[in-house]
């Protein structure tokens, strides 16, 4: 029976990584969580969640391999590291900047798509200590289930979906205030809303004291369902865009900073309304473009990712690190977390 750990730093991690907990438990394996922040994030531990609290309960819990959707891992935790990342790439193709950006803390890269896949593969060769296996996100798992989504509801108006970053140069919350306040008032449409969790309070507020027959805030760890139940989504340049074009639905973005033929792209809050009711359509060129673009970033349709990270970092356990160079000490990123986790 093999061990494994999820290390989260963020809310956003139980999407992620649960359907790949679910997967594991369905193979009669064991997880447990560890939270960098556990104040802040241990408390949306479900009853059936094991959780270990200290470093020296890791060590003791001795994982073969630990899971994490974010940048770093601490060195000093037994098992093979395994980076399953926390977002698309979202056409970052410069190498070791952003999404590509190698810190020397993994062994094991489960790349989405052959957007990522061929950067990462061109990193091993260059660095030689870790490997690449393209598996798909276990975080889409979900989005091709058959379970029915609880926003939607069938046969009524269309549902639009605003997310935003929290990125004040590109979040465009702020900016589509009054704009979202005004068509939501047209009783034309329905708008769910969900920002990202470290989105400025202030305007997480503003958006809540306009909820209302027909605009509602919803606060969740998971959005598969939100993504779901849309239409349409509008959006500025988070990479939970490309969560939802592998749906095959329109998105129109407000300023992307990288537009291309598979969105909906605007410059300017006045043109917002008339790009919806045009993505509402589905003009068939830009449905051809979403679809080619989905199979660019994740070609996975069968919700089986889970699956193929496990199998990718079973396949990595019994293989050893042999033929790898040795892991970067990474001296400076471990006395980071070891002062954030408290632990010398």
């Known amino acids: 029976m093999k061990k494994y750990l999820f290390y989260a730093s963020e809310l956003y991690a139980f999407a992620i990584l649960r359907p790949l907990e679910a997967a594991i438990f369905e193979r009669g394996d064991n997880a447990a969580w560890f939270f960098e922040d556990r104040t802040r994030l241990a408390h949306f531990l479900r009853e059936d969640e094991k959780e270990v609290q200290t470093v020296s309960d890791v060590k003791k819990y001795n994982p073969d391999a630990v899971f994490v959707p974010g940048n770093m891992v601490p060195g000093f935790f037994p098992g093979v590291k395994v980076e399953v990342f926390h ?53 889409m798992d979900p989005l091709f289930s058959e379970t029915p989504p609880p926003y939607l ?28 306040s005004l068509l939501a008032a047209k009783n034309d449409w329905q708008w769910i809303i969900n920002f990202h969790p470290k989105m400025d309070h202030n305007v997480v507020e503003k958006y ?18 939100l993504l779901k139940s849309a239409d349409i989504m509008l959006c500025d340049t988070s990479s939970v865009i490309s969560e939802f074009l592998l749906l095959n639905r329109p998105a129109v973005t407000f300023k992307n900073q990288k ?83 408290g632990y010398f």
């Not at 193709?93 to 896949?117: A, M, N, V, W």
């Not at 979906?161 to 589509?176: E, H, I, K, M, Y």
């Not at 004291?209 to 369902?225: V, W």
């Not at 917002?272 to 349709?301: C, V």
Request: with cysteine; net charge positive.
């Open 87 to 139: 977002g698309f790439s979202v056409n970052k193709r410069s190498r070791e900047k952003g999404h590509f950006r190698i810190r020397d803390c993994f062994d094991l890269y489960c790349t989405q798509g052959p957007d990522t896949t061929i950067g990462f593969r061109e990193l091993a060769q260059k660095h030689g200590f870790f490997e690449v296996a393209e598996t798909g996100w276990p975080k």
């Open 153 to 180: 509801k069938a046969g009524v108006r269309p549902i639009i979906f605003f997310a935003s970053t929290f990125t004040p140069r590109l979040s465009a919350a702020p900016r589509l205030f009054e704009t979202i």
């Open 208 to 225: 809540k004291a306009i909820q209302g027959q027909n605009i509602t805030y919803i606060e969740t760890d998971d959005i598969i369902s």
């Open 259 to 341: 537009p291309g033929p598979h969105l909906i792209d605007v410059t300017d809050a006045s043109q917002i309304e008339s790009a919806i009711q045009h993505g509402l359509t589905r003009p068939e060129a830009l449905m051809d473009n979403i679809r080619a673009y989905g199979d660019r970033i994740h070609p996975y349709r069968d919700g089986k990712s889970s699956v193929r990270v496990l199998e990718a970092t079973d396949r990595f356990i019994e293989k050893g690190r042999a033929h790898l160079k040795p892991r970067p000490a990474n001296i400076f990123r471990n006395l980071k977390l070891r002062r954030r986790l």
